[in-house]
């Protein structure tokens, strides 16, 4: 799932410095909530509840905190940085991408052409659907931007899989995966979503 798949195993991350300064919109305090979070999702798919649903709502600074001060350590040295917008039934995000580090390997001519004429840091700004339902996910590409420049989606396709397979553990956002902690389905509204988690 493109948003909180990316969140992770919470309680296992160390903190930023509390010296290292934060950017605008990101705070301790959310991110730390977002954690709160995560682990009521885990707590909620291990233990033997006779509750069969559960929703929790993450708003998206709680989300983008967490990414930025908790999870931004784990990147891999392609992602330099991740931050999601959410509005109605849609996410954007906004990525800083090394293609230095990223390496894409592609059978497709146009796509190793683009990865010999870029390199270093560049921004990928991308809007889509976040399909999370029946407990499957993945994210649908709409549009996208490198830079100024729109790209064919299928090339942004292939840099968002790419940069999703250099993560541990390595994952495909445009292709449909299980959803972890027992989530069923998730909501995306603006300004938040809201993950639907049931048992079987």
């Known amino acids: ?6 969140l992770g195993p919470a309680g296992s991350l160390p903190r930023a410095s509390a010296d290292a300064p934060a950017p605008a919109g ?7 909530a977002c954690n709160s979070k995560v682990v009521r999702l885990q707590e ?4 033997p509840d006779p509750a069969k649903k559960q929703t929790t709502d993450f708003s998206e600074s709680e989300i983008n905190s967490y990414l930025a001060l908790e999870l ?3 990147y891999h040295a392609s992602l ?25 390997r ?15 840091t560049h921004k990928l700004n991308l809007r889509g659907k976040l399909r999370a339902e029946s407990g499957m996910g993945n994210f649908e590409l ?4 490198f830079d100024d420049t729109t790209l064919p989606n299928f ?4 840099i968002i899989t790419a940069v999703g397979r250099k993560q541990k553990p390595p994952f495909d956002p445009m292709k449909p995966s299980h959803l972890p902690y027992g989530i069923e389905s998730v909501d995306v509204r603006p300004g938040h979503v809201l993950v639907h988690q049931q048992r079987s």
Do not use: H, N, P, Y
């Open 1 to 6: 799932m493109a948003a909180t798949a990316l």
């Open 26 to 32: 990101i705070s301790r305090t959310a991110a730390d």
């Open 44 to 47: 909620f798919a291990a233990a």
């Open 72 to 74: 931004s350590s784990k």
């Open 80 to 104: 330099k940085s991740l931050e999601l917008k959410f509005e109605e039934a849609k996410l954007r995000g906004s990525a800083s991408i090394d293609f230095d580090e990223l390496q894409m």
């Open 106 to 120: 592609s059978k497709g001519v146009l796509a190793k052409l683009f990865t010999r004429l870029f390199s270093g």
């Open 142 to 145: 709409e549009e996208a931007q």
């Open 155 to 158: 090339l942004v396709e292939e």
